[in-house]
């Protein structure tokens, strides 16, 4: 109770911070009209008064503030509508992608640590840490453009059978098509998973690697117990304990992530929205996404906290 | 380090040895790492070469091949192009290993410079404590709750708008990813000085009328140095990756002064008839991240084998 009440102080701080930052900005908010030769400083005073830019900071940020406690992040000028809804259009493409890149990361990510641990340091583990160690290191970018390399720009003929993925967008055609879809979406979810596959892998071991030296371990398999049940039914369940804040604790890291990923694959995602901003400074569409990837890591933080509470009962907040 | 202490906190010569035999030890459980030796020949390698780019005969690397070049990226091979040219006609091993000097400096300043501030503020915090360590760690909250990528690129995105693209510069690209990224390091740092405060060694220091100044720097921060290298390691290979990011992006050290991250920015289109241009700059980046990650690994085990 007290972490949640905690969280709202920070991020106020954080917003605060923020708005600070992107208050630097030359132009502020109205840097796209500044580039714009029809628009006069005269024009630019109006506009400043309208907004209220030639108050003080401080002033603007309650202003802003009051604002998006009631759910208005502000205008987006680069995309001619509200952030609020620039951002809730893009959020289904966007959780697709993530979605996806979960699933993957997290089963074969878990599968591959267990497969580890229950024999280590033989061949497959070190195969497996070998391959955490490489995901780990690569550069995302890059590996974007190594699978559209590889699968997109000539294809690749395996067992008699030609696969050519589209290298960029979410769709073909306009309507909707299920197969269509996974086509597009499987370079992206692959491309994105990679570092989470590798991270949760290495951690899963670890994680298992300490519940098999325990001595509950040791009695189950005294009494008689089979292998497979104890891996899975003792081990597994104590071991993902630790993972499950692992993994609550990167998925905001799979939002912002996305951001490369999005622009390489051309995924009409929030990723991609917020590239675009960059280059023309939309100031409140910016702020409004660094907010709430802020918002998200600090959820998770705590979301995090209780679910390793709630699965391991040693663990006590006050 | 353990041999300046001793005047003053007039400490038995004995600690000395011990020191002495620990450190055969980390040397030797460094050796025994084989992956983590590896990784530190290819970054020696690498660092040689980058360093060591004027004396190699390389070509310009922001010349254009004016005799060859007819638009599209030269294959490797022809013309005396090793690994052949970019987009732009210009020798790509040669912006390679300029690209290398520019990404491995960058690394190395921002990281010195996010250790120096990690080091301080998790210092003071841990030391301290009371308000002083709740003010200071809220502040670390604040900038761990920010996901470091998008809001590198908005400060990159800043500067860009305030005159030009140009205006990122090296400095400003160190000082922006090296200013946003100490919050791990003052966690460790803080974490490391809580516990040592306690101990009778730092008690004595204080006891024999050291400055908090001279105890921080001189007494505990020797001994909260381990898992700083560790991290500094580790920090390298992720500023490595940022920076490219960054530079892939658009966002980080400008054309035409090749970087490992920008020489890939125009890659992609024409991945179909120039996959070289696309391949060897990312091979460099994943071939020295992963040599530093094995490095970093490797000291871990040997500096603190109870660290995981």
């Excluded at chain 1, 910016?286 to 802020?294: A, C, I, Q, R, T």
Aim: aromatic share 10%; net charge neutral.
């Amino acid at each position: 109770m007290r972490r949640t009440l905690e969280a709202i102080p920070l991020l106020l701080l954080i917003s605060i911070i923020l708005f600070t930052i992107l208050h630097n900005a030359p132009g502020g908010p109205l840097a796209p009209y500044l580039q714009n030769p029809h628009i006069t400083q005269a024009d630019i005073t109006r506009l400043e008064h309208n907004f209220g830019l030639d108050r003080p900071v401080w002033m603007q940020y309650l202003g802003w503030l009051s604002k998006v406690v009631q759910g208005d992040l502000g205008y987006s000028t680069s995309n001619s509508e509200t952030v609020v809804a620039a951002i809730v259009e893009r959020m289904p493409a966007t959780f697709l992608l993530m979605g996806s890149a979960f699933f993957i990361s997290l089963f074969i990510g878990v599968a591959f640590g267990i497969i580890a641990a229950i024999r280590p340091y033989t061949t497959v583990d070190y195969a497996v840490t070998t391959f955490a160690f490489f995901g780990q290191s690569m550069p995302v970018f890059w590996f974007a453009l190594m699978m559209q390399l590889a699968f997109a720009v000539n294809g690749v003929t395996a067992f008699g059978y030609h696969i050519a993925l589209p290298s960029a967008g979410i769709s073909s055609m306009d309507e909707f098509n299920v197969g269509d879809r996974l086509q597009h979406l499987i370079l992206p979810a692959l491309v994105l998973s990679l570092l989470y596959l590798a991270t949760w892998s290495r951690f899963t071991r670890s994680s298992m690697l300490e519940v098999v030296r325990t001595d509950y371990m040791r009695t189950a398999a005294a009494k008689g117990l089979g292998q497979g049940y104890i891996i899975f039914h003792h081990g597994l369940k104590n071991a993902l304990i630790p993972v499950v804040t692992i993994v609550a604790l990167s998925l905001p890291g799979l939002v912002a992530g996305a951001i490369v990923t999005e622009s390489i694959f051309a995924w009409p995602g929030m990723g991609r929205l917020f590239y675009n901003a960059l280059g023309v400074f939309d100031f409140s569409l910016l702020m409004g996404y660094l907010m709430m990837v802020s918002l998200l890591v600090v959820f998770f933080n705590l979301l995090a906290d209780v679910a390793y509470a709630w699965l391991d009962p040693r663990v006590k907040y006050d | 380090m353990a041999m300046t202490t001793v005047p003053q906190a007039n400490l038995p010569i004995v600690l000395d040895e011990d020191f002495q035999l620990e450190r055969h030890g980390v040397w030797k459980r460094f050796r025994r790492h084989r992956l983590a030796l590896l990784g530190a020949i290819v970054i020696i390698t690498v660092t040689l070469i980058a360093i060591l780019a004027p004396l190699l005969h390389l070509q310009d690397p922001n010349a254009i091949d004016q005799v060859h070049w007819l638009g599209d990226p030269l294959a490797p091979g022809i013309a005396g192009h090793f690994l052949g040219t970019d987009e732009n006609g210009r020798d790509l091993l040669a912006r390679l290993v300029y690209g290398a000097q520019i990404s491995l400096t960058v690394a190395l300043f921002a990281v010195i410079m996010e250790l120096t501030i990690g080091t301080v503020i998790g210092a003071i915090a841990g030391y301290y404590g009371g308000w002083i360590d709740y003010a200071l760690m809220r502040l670390t909250d604040v900038f761990l709750s920010i996901p470091l990528l998008p809001l590198l690129l908005v400060l990159t995105a800043i500067v860009a708008a305030s005159s030009n693209k140009a205006a990122l510069g090296f400095w400003v690209i160190v000082v922006i990813i090296g200013g946003l990224s100490w919050p791990p390091v003052a966690r460790l740092v803080r974490a490391s000085f809580l516990s040592l405060r306690e101990k009778e060694f730092c008690e004595a220091a204080r006891a024999i009328g050291n400055r908090d100044g001279r105890i921080i720097f001189r007494h505990l921060l020797p001994n909260a140095v381990a898992p700083i290298i560790v991290q500094g390691t580790l920090e390298v290979a992720n500023v490595i990756i940022l920076e490219s990011t960054l530079s892939f992006l658009g966002f980080g050290i400008q054309p035409p002064t090749a970087s490992w991250g920008n020489m890939l920015a125009n890659a992609e289109s024409n991945m179909a008839i120039a996959p070289w241009v696309a391949v060897f700059p990312g091979l460099c980046i994943l071939i020295t991240v992963l040599a530093i990650n094995y490095l970093g690994d490797g000291a871990r085990d040997a500096l603190d084998p109870k660290m995981k």
